[in-house]
T-cell receptor, first 116, second 115 residues
Framework: AQKVTQAQTEISVVEKEDVTLDCVYE???????LFWYKQPPSGELVFLIR??????QNEISGRYSWNFQKSTSSFNFTITASQVVDSAVYFC?????????????FGTGTQLKVEL | GAGVSQSPRYKVAKRGQDVALRCDPI?????LFWYQQALGQGPEFLTY????????KSGLPSDRFFAERPEGSVSTLKIQRTQQEDSAVYLC?????????????FGPGTRLTVL
């Protein structure tokens, strides 16, 4: 069975601070994909990034960066110079190759509040 | 540029009523997923279609839940004899391919409240 843990329930920061959202996953599969989604107050999940288990390169996209470490089963997400518009719930998710399909196992989410 | 649409956006049902939730995926998307999101929780997988075939329904919580996608496009999630514990947001997602790792595009969800 797959499991995703987001230990941080809620994080509050002041605008322009950097913030890191933690994600730890569990799976016995050797081939899997990790995702981050953003859920703003409107409710619609917005895709941010996907990584596969064979690619541990860290990635930077504008103010966003991701740190994937298989040795610690972690896939952390950092927002640099946070802005009020970053306020949302962020979900980490996992899908595995075994069994086919692409169902996502989500963590419980981290509520990020960015204040002026 | 239509994304995934869901209707109704809000549904209030009395306990024991049957409800039907509709999902219109992005045109041409092979895969369609239903998830249930309780308040303050992450979405939980319910069922998955590849075209019209329901390949995985392991997440459906009881036999009161039924989903279909008869023509491989629009899908309906039906809940019979609703219970209070069915209150949640029901999310639909679609992806272009049928394989693992494809990006899923989510709809806005249907918020179901069972009184």
């Amino acid at each position: 069975a797959q499991k995703v843990t987001q230990a941080q329930t809620e994080i509050s920061v002041v605008e322009k601070e950097d913030v890191t959202l933690d994600c730890v996953y569990e799976t016995r599969d050797t081939t899997y994909y990790l995702f981050w989604y953003k859920q703003p107050p409107s409710g619609e999940l917005v895709f941010l990034i996907r990584r596969n288990s064979f690619d541990e390169q860290n990635e930077i996209s504008g103010r966003y960066s991701w740190n994937f470490q298989k040795s610690t089963s972690s896939f952390n997400f950092t927002i640099t110079a946070s802005q009020v518009v970053d306020s949302a719930v962020y979900f980490c998710a996992l899908s595995v190759l075994t069994g086919g399909g692409n169902k996502l196992t989500f963590g419980t989410g981290t509520q990020l509040k960015v204040e002026l | 540029g239509a994304g995934v649409s869901q209707s109704p956006r809000y549904k209030v049902a009395k306990r024991g009523q049957d409800v039907a939730l509709r999902c219109d995926p992005i045109s041409g998307h092979v895969s369609l997923f239903w998830y249930q999101q309780a308040l303050g929780q992450g979405p939980e997988f319910l069922t998955y279609f590849q075209n019209e075939a329901q390949l995985d329904k392991s997440g459906l919580p009881s036999d009161r839940f039924f989903a279909e996608r008869p023509e491989g496009s629009v899908s309906t999630l039906k809940i019979q004899r609703t219970q209070q514990e069915d209150s949640a947001v029901y999310l639909c997602a679609s992806s272009l391919g049928g394989g693992t790792g494809n990006e899923q595009f989510f709809g806005p969800g249907t918020r179901l409240t069972v009184l």
